[in-house]
């Protein structure tokens, strides 16, 4: 009786916390990615192999312990998650496919600008209306994004510089995102973590293994540590990561969570100093800055807070 009056409160602090854990987890994989292509790995095969080792970990999972569950999902809400499965899936494949042309910090940045996109659609598709700290927020760490966008590539992309495609590209894959979150909230609340990320993240495989083979790429025939690259893609920043996500979009608006997610280029860029001495420039530290600054304003906003807390589940 007397462990009762703390459940809330455990409950409460968790989605916060699969939100930290997330962001680190993510920040990892552009260098992945980097890395990847390094050793002449397609950007179309990363993104299609990135999410069939995230589905094919969760399968056992799933049929072994949520088999009833997902025999209960059907009619418009399985039709939402298999949406979203192919919304994640033209989302990574345009922004891997970006890091061939723009560096890490630019990229990461341009494809974190989905806060702008799914605060502009969320009160119209959830009816989410972003308090004045969430817009503050959202201001201060989009400027930044912006600083950062503006300061120009920094480092050699693996296939050839040309800025203007990669960050294009990268910006389609924040609007896919997009779709994504705004898609994730309205489904999370009738599905469980486990059942809707693997029901997404097969989807998104299975929708760019049809792109690979339409486009007659290879998936054999690559040095063995690309295949290690694409492993750990799968584990870390998709299974780990983007699963932090939909657990806490069970909790929080799809507004606040993809701002959260804005701390990703700071991951990033410290992870491409590091690995791939990348170093940033002032306009980058500054921008970064402003990013940690919007994060920080809007975790004060009760938007967050006011949120319904659904039963905390784990994988």
């Keep these: 009786m007397s462990q009762h009056p703390t459940t809330p409160f455990r409950r409460a ?93 630019n990229s990461v940045t341009l494809v974190t600008s989905t806060p702008l996109w799914v605060a502009l659609a969320a009160p119209f598709v959830l009816g989410e209306k972003p308090s004045r700290a969430a817009a503050l927020g959202l201001a201060l760490a989009l400027s930044g994004g912006v600083l950062v966008g503006l300061s120009g590539a920094v480092g050699e992309p693996p296939t050839r510089r040309a800025p203007a495609l990669g960050n294009s590209l990268a910006i389609f894959g924040a609007w896919m995102a997009a779709i994504y979150f705004l898609i994730g909230r309205k489904v999370r609340a009738r599905v469980g973590l486990t059942v809707y990320v693997w029901l997404v993240y097969g989807m998104a495989a299975l929708v760019l293994s049809g792109a690979l083979i339409a486009a007659r790429v290879p998936v054999t025939g690559y040095p063995a540590r690309a295949y290690l690259w694409v492993l750990l893609m799968g584990l870390v920043p998709q299974l780990l990561g983007h699963s932090a996500f939909n657990y806490a979009l069970g909790f929080l608006p799809a507004a606040y969570v993809s701002l959260i997610i804005l701390g990703e280029p700071i991951g990033s860029g410290l992870l491409a100093i590091l690995i791939l001495d990348e170093w940033p420039v002032a306009l980058q530290l500054v921008g970064a800055t402003l990013i940690l600054a919007g994060i920080a304003v809007a975790s004060q906003s009760d938007t967050a807070a006011s949120a319904p807390l659904e039963q905390a589940e784990t994988l």
């Excluded at 970990?57 to 997902?70: D, G, I, N, Q, S």
Aim: proline fraction near 3%; hydrophobic fraction near 60%; charged fraction near 10%.
């Design 13 to 105: 602090w968790l989605p916060y916390a699969a939100l930290g854990g997330g962001v680190l987890a993510v920040s990892t994989a552009a260098i992945l990615i980097r890395l990847a292509q390094a050793e002449g790995a397609p950007s179309l095969a990363l993104a299609a192999g990135r999410l069939w080792v995230a589905a094919l970990a969760l399968t056992p999972l799933v049929l072994r312990r949520h088999r009833a569950e997902l025999r209960a999902v059907h009619g418009r809400t399985l039709g939402w998650a298999l949406l979203a499965g192919v919304a994640l899936g033209l989302h990574f494949a345009t922004w891997i496919t970006s890091l061939e042309y723009t560096a890490v910090v």
